[in-house]
């Protein structure tokens, strides 16, 4: 099976320039959505290594951004979700892996088959599924 390529993001704008750009109550609830994530994915799974580069991760990063395309809409989220990884310093294959379960989750959240559930639900169905992508340890 051929792996799909990740295109590069724009590393124009960093978190904090898009946050302060953009209007007040929409960064607010990416905020809050990423705080929804992080709080979901430690509930889901308890172990460190699941976390880091691990399934964790990657339900995390699906869960906000399918949020906060429900939420804020999706080139919203698309710039938040960009401008995060553009500030964070990670090898090439982490950055891949968070970039593809962060299309998935805008990608499901405007899909009619899937937009009806909530950010719980779809990571779930994504996860359960096997649609997430991890890094193999």
Do not use: C
């Not at 590069?8 to 750009?21: Q, W």
């Not at 953009?22 to 172990?47: G, I």
């Amino acid at each position: 099976q051929k792996r799909p390529v990740v295109k590069p993001i724009d590393r124009g704008l960093t978190e904090m320039e898009i946050a302060v750009s953009r209007p007040a109550m929409e960064t607010y609830r990416a905020w809050r959505l990423s705080e929804d994530a992080y709080d979901a994915s430690d509930k889901r799974f308890k172990k460190q290594e699941e976390r880091r580069n691990g399934i964790g991760d990657a339900y995390r990063h699906f869960y906000w951004n399918y949020a906060m395309t429900q939420s804020i809409g999706r080139e919203a989220a698309k710039a938040y979700a960009d401008s995060h990884e553009v500030d964070e310093y990670q090898p090439a294959n982490e950055l891949e892996m968070d970039l593809r379960n962060n299309r998935l989750g805008r990608a499901m959240a405007v899909d009619p088959r899937f937009r009806g559930l909530s950010a719980k639900e779809a990571a779930d169905l994504a996860w359960r599924r096997g649609w997430l992508h991890r890094l193999r340890r």
